[in-house]
């Protein structure tokens, strides 16, 4: 199954609305990822972390064009993020150093190419503040559904430079997103663990890591590791 039409991605100029998602003045050589739940200490801190650990993992210094942040739709600003979060990335290996949490502003989503939030609600939230965001926000489990549908052969080889094959791979997913539904409505969330014990956070740390291996893949066309 490929993407239709336009959402193909290969040889396809960016849209003005693309354009102005990145400040004037800034480089567009890098490609900015934006995961974004409600306090910004617990699923968003984890998605931030796994997704720059598996970057990294896959293409080393050649995946410095994607830049992975998160905010919070009630962010606590300055928090750092729960101890069972980090917990959670340390079973993985991903480094939870250096975090503080931060609230949802208006720049963070101007500023972002690709937004993936952690349930319908978040998304809505972001696609209310306006920036043209529509096109570029997604729950994650969402965009990993439209991920595995696109046919990676649509989009640019690496060797174009990770930075064009992820604005192909938002471009694709978007085009997709009207006709391949998910199969309910809990099938788009990932489930808030503050609070809960550790046994949930590695929990909802499985589902977020199951959800993001199809995506880390599709943008930097590099499997896991067996």
């Known amino acids: 199954m490929t993407a239709p039409g336009s959402g193909r991605g290969i040889g396809n100029g960016e849209s003005a609305a693309e354009i102005t998602t990145t400040f004037v003045g800034l480089p567009r050589d890098s490609f900015r990822i934006l995961h974004v739940s409600t306090g910004n200490v617990c699923r968003s801190p984890i998605t931030e972390r796994l997704t720059r650990h598996a970057v990294r993992e896959r293409l080393g210094i050649l995946g410095g064009g994607l ?3 998160s905010a919070g739709t009630w962010g606590h600003e300055g928090a750092p993020m729960e101890s069972h979060a980090e917990t959670v990335l340390a079973d993985f290996g991903a480094d939870a150093s250096g975090f503080t949490g931060r ?4 720049e963070h989503v101007i500023r972002a ?18 920036h043209s965001a529509g096109l570029r926000t997604f729950t994650l489990k969402e965009f990993t559904r439209l991920v595995k549908a696109i046919d990676p052969v649509t989009l640019p080889p690496l060797e174009e430079g990770v930075v064009v094959r992820a604005r192909a791979l938002v471009r694709a997913a978007a085009a997709l997103r009207g006709w391949l539904l998910a199969p309910n409505a809990e099938a788009d969330e ?18 977020i890591h199951q959800a993001l291996d199809p995506v880390v893949t599709a943008l930097t066309g590099v499997p896991a590791k067996m």
């Open 67 to 69: 830049i992975v942040e």
């Open 103 to 106: 609230e949802l502003l208006d």
């Open 113 to 130: 190419d690709l937004v993936l939030t952690a349930t319908r609600d978040h998304r809505a939230q972001v696609i209310s503040m306006g």
């Open 190 to 207: 990932v489930y808030d663990p503050y609070g809960a014990p550790l046994t949930f956070f590695r929990s909802i740390g499985d589902e």
